[in-house]
Nanobody, 115 residues
């Protein structure tokens, strides 16, 4: 079973920064995609950022220019650098890994941005 361990969430003032980490462990036998979703209270879960093999990246329009996703292949770890945070970024952030046909999820890490 693949395990995803998340860290880096916390409380920050608007305009501040946080860096989320997600470390994958366990055997992965196929090409995989890693990324981040987030879910705010009362809102649907939304895709924030995706990275494929440390090359291709894609971001939600709401975070473009502020968030950067990256991957350390040697450590099977994905990062989300979040700059210029806004209150609307407040959510639980979930790391995910796709190793077709399965999708694995982290436990979630809370990000709270105060105004």
């Amino acid at each position: 079973q693949v395990q995803l361990a998340e860290s880096g969430g916390g409380l920050v003032q608007a305009g501040g920064s946080l860096r989320l980490s997600c470390a994958a462990s366990g055997s992965i036998f196929s090409f995989n995609v890693m990324g981040w979703y987030r879910q705010a209270p009362g809102k649907q879960r939304e895709l924030v950022a995706v990275i494929i093999r440390g090359d291709y990246t894609n971001y939600a329009d709401s975070v473009k220019g502020r968030f950067t996703i990256s991957r350390d292949g040697a450590k099977n770890t994905v990062f989300l650098q979040m700059n210029n945070l806004k209150p609307e970024d407040t959510a639980v952030y979930y790391c995910y890994l796709v190793a077709a046909p399965a999708t694995y999820w982290g436990q979630g890490t809370q990000v709270t941005v105060s105004s």
